[in-house]
């Protein structure tokens, strides 16, 4: 499946991949990490974390305006910063979690271009 998949993110994809489902508690921790995504600090042995002081200042700017657009939507309005962050710190941490496992596995991965 794994080739597979591969080979159709190369053709443009054909749409039969599986897709999660993604619960509707969960946007706003998914909306706060595609904010941070290009936020990660790097080192020779590659992605070491978030850098925290950017994604906050992002944060501080862009939750009050999410919080405005969905006023009736509980799982915007339970958030505060500190809920958020930790959310992002979550996913943080499973990303770098599988990106350990995926180089143990392949710690020499051909480029997929």
Known sequence: MQDYCRSCRKAG???ACPQPTLLPENVPA???YRLCDSQ???SLTGATGLDYT???AALQLYLPRWQAEAPNDPHWQRHTLTTLLDDLRTIEDALLTAWDEKAQVDPN???ER
Do not use: F, K, S, Y
């Open 13 to 15: 994809g054909c749409g």
């Open 30 to 32: 998914l909306t706060a």
């Open 40 to 42: 990660w600090r790097t």
């Open 54 to 56: 950017a994604c906050i």
């Open 109 to 111: 991965p051909q480029e």
